[in-house]
């Protein structure tokens, strides 16, 4: 397709600040968005598996995981709509054109996310007990996990489609019959949609090391239901997960790139990468070191932030992916997008982000750490209350200069 076309597809307001913002903004949040995904489908994997077996070290875990699964779900909806919103920015011409092909999914995307939700939230509100108590109808959580991977493939459709320009037309109006039903799944890459499903195992991996690691200094809390026999076979679990599924994500991740048309072959020997496999096979090795006796020490921590180290270079050597795709073979560079600098409703964003979301966050992952390191009822000291009472009352000042602003800006 000529690329003046999808210049002019382009938002005649252009954009507010520097297009490389947004594309950096849009790698980190998906980083964060694809993480809470794989967490969640990994604690999904693991709920069902220790829900359908009678072994109590499995359905002790599946307890644990289907808490964190619906948490995890929670997050990844939350977190899923920062890279929608960059992702539209920045690339309108070609999302939105994607979106109307397929317009059909992106609604139904909600109603499969919304079935899949109620389905998990019904299983987890049925079995609070898997330890102890038998299995209700797993078959709504084998559903629910269905459905996921349905909003999943729809959103990986519809990132796919917006890389091929030349065929719009033929999707549009096949055999020149136009064809506006929005039904069609006109384009997908298993071997992508794969990679980025299959990362839940490691991912997971991770999560169990620290899950392990902290509940080690609870184990006299005999409410928990947790022995040392249970928390080892719990981080075994999850070092062989992360060297399992760390080996498998990496040949999907091959074939991925292997499965890449002639115009985009190059990229898959690219700097990026290379240095996103060596960052991969970094992790699997960080986690072999913290397994060889440091699984009670802090390092049993790092093992999860060295993931998102990785995830974070994987999302990076994806948006270029996306760059290289749309300027080599389409002629449209993104960084030519006009700029209509808008300074207040930047800081504003930055400000909300750092300040609000991070003093807010700090103050809620605080509590909620230290309440599952307390035995008993928790009650927070002065120090993290003051956070709390800093956290509303920065939530409150934000909402008074919302008003303010636009009080001002509708006045004058
Ligand atoms: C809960 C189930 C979900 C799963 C399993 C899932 C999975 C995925 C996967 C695998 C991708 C990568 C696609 C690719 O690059 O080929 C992706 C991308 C994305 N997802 Fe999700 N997702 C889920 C929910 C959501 C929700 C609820 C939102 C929005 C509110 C969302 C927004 C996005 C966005 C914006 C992208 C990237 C688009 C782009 O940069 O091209 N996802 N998701």
Known sequence: ??????????????????????????????????????????????????????????????????????????????????????????????????NVLSAWWVIGFL???????????????????????????????????????????????????????????????????????????????????LFFISLSVPVIGAVLVGYRRYYLPRLADKTLNMTQNYLDWAGRLGQNLIVVGGVVSVLIGAWWMATLPA???????SPWVLLSLALLLAFVAFAFWVRMGKMDTLWAYAVLPVGAVALIMVAAAREILRYHVLMGAHGYDVFTYPINMDWYSTIMFFGTFLIVGGGVLAYMLTVAWKAGQAEGVYTPGPIISRMGDIGIALIVLWIVQYFAVGLYVWLS
């Open 263 to 269: 115009n985009q072959a190059a990229f898959a020997l």
């Open 111 to 193: 109603l499969f996310l919304t079935v899949g939700a109620l389905l998990w939230f019904f299983f987890n509100a049925k079995n609070e007990n898997l330890a102890t108590e038998k299995t209700f109808c797993p078959g709504s959580a084998i559903f629910a996990v269905v459905m996921f991977l349905i909003v999943g493939f729809i959103m990986h459709v519809l990132t796919n489609q917006m890389l091929s320009p030349e065929k719009w037309m033929q999707w549009y109006a096949p055999n020149g019959v136009i064809d506006t039903s929005g039904r069609g799944i006109h384009d997908f890459n298993l071997a992508r949609f």
């Open 1 to 98: 397709m000529d690329a003046q076309a999808l210049y002019a597809l382009r938002d005649v307001a252009g954009v507010p600040t520097h297009p490389v913002v947004f594309l950096i903004l849009g790698v980190v949040t998906f980083a964060l968005h694809i993480a809470a995904v794989q967490i969640m489908l990994g604690a999904s994997g693991l709920t069902i598996w220790g829900a359908l077996s009678k072994d109590s070290h499995q359905r002790r875990l599946a307890q644990s995981m289907v808490m964190v699964s619906k948490v995890m779900l929670s997050i990844a909806i939350v977190i899923g709509v920062a890279p929608l919103l960059f992702v539209q920015v920045t690339y309108d011409p070609f999302w939105y054109t994607s």
